[in-house]
């Protein structure tokens, strides 16, 4: 009679090294998947957020043509109706989009925008909206193309044209901890 027990101590081995630990791109994921070949190479890179535990969520690319891309910290996840979320652009982008629904009069939703450029996968937009649930006059939009260096901002109905220094840098330079850009005028 055979014993099983070496081949469990040798699957046990196995399932032990191949399942990630808290290492880089660990944790739950949040939301759908999305799918898209922003580097043109013809095959669908896949796009998933997980959450890290620490209340910001790491994107995780896949199917680059060169390995799996992390970018780490790079939004902002509270509970419920303050989970981000990945949507697609029409022209195939991908929107990350990060919020606050549920918690006190100030809601928000800021959008990053990822495009592929210059032979990484960028933040090529930045979007952040905000209206107050008890003064309804107090509300606006800040939408910045980070490629070319121009935007709009609206602050209670008053809209104008803004130039924009941020530039578009790579996702895994990117992190919760970047500030607004001074260009949307909300830190003065």
Not at 33 to 60: A, H, I, K
């Amino acid at each position: 009679m055979t014993s099983f027990v070496p081949q469990l101590r040798t699957t046990f081995l196995v399932l032990c090294l191949a399942t990630p630990g808290t290492a880089q791109g660990a944790g739950q994921q949040i939301g759908q998947m999305v799918s898209s070949d922003l580097n043109g190479d013809q095959r669908v890179e896949r796009f998933t957020l997980l959450d890290t535990g620490e209340n910001t969520v790491d994107l995780r690319i896949e199917n680059t043509g060169g390995g799996v891309i992390y970018a780490e910290d790079i939004a902002w996840v509270g509970s419920i109706g303050q989970q981000p979320e990945l949507s697609l652009a029409p022209n195939g982008s991908v929107k990350l989009i990060s919020m606050n629904e549920a918690i006190g009069r100030n809601r928000w939703h800021m959008t990053l925008t990822i495009a592929y450029r210059k032979g990484a996968y960028r933040v090529a937009g930045f979007t952040y909206d905000w209206y107050d649930t008890l003064d309804l006059n107090d509300y606006g939009l800040c939408d910045l193309n980070l490629l070319n260096g121009r935007g709009v901002v609206e602050n209670g109905g008053s809209r104008k044209n803004v130039r924009t220094d941020q530039p578009a840098i790579p996702v895994t330079q990117w992190n919760d901890d970047i500030p607004i850009p001074k260009a949307c005028g909300l830190l003065d």
